[in-house]
């Protein structure tokens, strides 16, 4: 069964750095799109970068420059480093496979999905 569970938020102040991981079990990394997605109280589940079978990557223009999404094949996991961090990135960010080749930066019904992780940006 696949399991996704998100790690490494925290409270950061604006301008800092973290770095949110996702340890994936029950399949391979490499055979499922990831995408992270950031959520905040009463606003839709936005995701702001994702990543392909083939290891490319889409960002929102939101956090173009200032994130970046990778990938560990022996460790089984994703990674999302947020730089340059903003207080509207506040939130929970969750960690969703995707079992498509090319990844989308939206929701769907066929989404596995991580129990989140929260991220404080604040001074």
């Known amino acids: 069964q696949l399991q996704l569970v998100e790690s490494g938020g925290g409270l950061v102040q604006p301008g800092g750095s973290l770095k949110l991981s996702c340890v994936v079990s029950?399949?391979?990394?490499?055979?499922?799109?990831f995408i992270w997605f950031h959520e905040v109280p009463g606003k839709e589940r936005e995701g702001v970068g994702c990543?392909?079978?083939?290891?490319?990557?889409e960002y929102a223009d939101s956090v173009k420059g200032r994130f970046t999404i990778s990938r560990d094949t022996a460790k089984n996991a994703v990674y999302l480093q947020m730089d340059s961090l903003k207080p509207e990135d506040t939130g929970v960010y969750y960690c969703?496979?995707?079992?498509?080749?090319?990844?989308?930066?939206?929701?769907?019904?066929?989404?596995?999905w991580g129990q989140g992780t929260q991220v404080i940006v604040s001074a």
């Open positions: 969703a496979a995707d079992y498509v080749r090319y990844c989308i930066l939206t929701t769907g019904d066929n989404l596995h």
């Open positions: 990543i392909s079978l083939d290891a490319s990557t």
């Open positions: 029950g399949t391979a990394v490499g055979y499922y799109s």
